[in-house]
């Protein structure tokens, strides 16, 4: 079989977003919001001549756990949890405690904004959002007398049902996605859901819940993923990792998961699929019947694509099968790139019968 | 219905004997089709075939053929392929490909469905594997009847000649 694991390489090199670490505009950015936080609390406390709320940052979401891919249609943005050293129980409304970040960052940029699950600074250029950093706010585990972090859920105007504490283990889950392989398997686990997630960049409207949340995806394929690789050297115990056969395990086993569910009379055919921690929620609950149809759909043509890829002779057909799926990013190399150079051929005349 | 309408018009894949395969893709196979001899006016014809050794592994892509020429003779039952003006297309595919469009040997048609190389055909290859100057272990021979594309594979150095299977 042809090889077509550099062209994969070289799409995920192509894709992928390195960390914090790596990428100083967002630390940039994500330091600058986190002084002007401590700052706007500093002050916003000290006018009520009130203690400053203490608090912990972390980072989470997918540059934690280094799954992030650069954006096709959207902006970049970079997640960010805030512990704040409060039981929750003292605060029945967790918006009051949103407020305080939202009132600490309002005027930073043009647009800060109360979501229902993290307050969103936007930065903007020439008209469109270019970056934006979502802070996720937490009563710290430390404080709470059941020794568990909640997420403050709700927005400025919600009614009261809609604003609660929800348990959540943030930190718990980026530390089970980082740990469940390690070394190259885990390299090539994060590969795989960097492929999906492009694959939903270039193959679903970014409205609604009409694409698969890029969480959704990660779990999904730390449910599924088995590293896929073929021992080349014995002796030097030396391994060639095959991402096409990754991909296509957790491909298959994601649509052979769809199930049929049945409630008050209807039915719909969903895949469903839990976060391994609390608060352990479907994280596709939000997409309609009729998105999951469509989801499932697109897994089916993803199937197709790797399934032609795979069963290709000429890589540079195999490459434009895989392109026309994962998009430009997806290299398709020339003709004389794929095959040996050889020498001078002379023919002879010929008689045939 | 005429007998070529079994003929495929998809790609073709022949599996080699010591692993790997052989692509004839679509459009070779288009251009072939005009010759096919499906009327008892249609003379034998034929041309070289070239194409890539894929690399890190046994496969091989047909990318090219060249067409009867100038200078080649053909009948109802036979094909003389004249070396001059096939070797100036090998020469220039060569070139074009940074060196990686190779010869890598002839096809001809037969008027019959399933075709089955003749006495002439087979001391043809034979004489071509020992005679032709190429850069590799085999070369390949295809004949194109009227229901079936076959594909025999011929090795130089133990003067052998093996009928290909489709996968």
Known sequence: ?353 | MSVTDNLPTNQIVYLRPKGGRVLIPEVILASIAPYVQNSWNKPEAGGVIMGRYIKDCEDIVVDKITLPMLGDKSGRFSFFRNKKSHQKVIDHEWEASNYTCTYLGGWHTHPEPVPTPSFVDKNDWKRNMKQDFFDSNCLFFMIVGTAEIRLWEGNKHKNSLTALNRI
């Not at chain 1, 020794?147 to 403050?152: F, I, N």
Request: aromatic share 12%.
């Open chain 1, 1 to 353: 079989m042809a090889d077509i694991q550099k062209y994969f390489t070289k799409f995920h090199e192509a894709i992928k977003l390195k960390r914090f670490e790596e990428n100083s505009t967002l630390v940039e950015k994500r330091d600058i919001i986190l002084n002007k936080l401590a700052a706007g609390l500093k002050k916003n406390f000290e006018d009520k001549d009130e203690s400053v709320p203490k608090y912990n940052w972390f980072n989470q979401g997918s540059y934690e756990m280094g799954t992030g891919i650069k954006p096709i249609n959207s902006d970049y943005d970079i997640d960010v949890g805030i512990s704040f050293k409060i039981a929750k129980d003292d605060y029945s409304d967790p918006v009051d405690v949103k407020k305080w970040v939202y009132e600490a960052l309002v005027g930073h940029t043009k647009r800060v904004e109360v979501r229902r699950p993290c307050v969103t600074v936007f930065y903007q250029k020439e008209g469109e959002t270019e970056y934006h950093v979502d802070l996720a706010v937490y009563s710290d585990e430390e404080c709470n007398s059941d020794g568990k972090k909640y997420l403050a859920k709700g927005k400025l105007n919600s009614s009261s049902n809609n604003k609660v504490w929800d348990h959540s283990e943030p930190c718990k889950l980026t530390n089970l996605i980082n740990d469940h392989y390690s070394g190259d398997d885990h390299k090539q686990f994060v590969r795989v859901v960097r492929y999906l997630k492009r694959w939903k960049d270039n193959n679903f409207k970014i409205d609604g819940n009409a694409a698969p949340i890029g969480i959704g995806l990660t779990i999904t394929s730390y449910d599924y993923y088995t590293p896929k690789k073929d021992l080349v050297d014995v002796f030097a115990n030396k391994y060639n990792y095959n991402d096409l056969s990754a991909l296509k395990n957790v491909v298959i086993r994601m649509i052979s998961c769809f199930a049929t569910y049945y409630d008050n009379g209807t039915s719909s055919e969903r895949l469903k699929t839990y976060l391994p921690v609390e608060p352990r929620c479907d994280v596709f609950e939000k997409m309609t019947d009729n998105q999951m149809a469509d989801f499932k759909k697109q897994l089916n043509a993803l199937l197709d694509a790797l399934n032609i890829a795979e069963d290709e002779v000429d890589p540079v057909a195999a490459c434009e099968s895989l392109q026309k799926i994962f998009g430009d990013d997806f290299p398709v190399p020339e003709k004389s790139d794929t095959a040996q150079k050889k020498g001078p051929a002379i023919i002879t005349s010929s008689a045939s019968a």
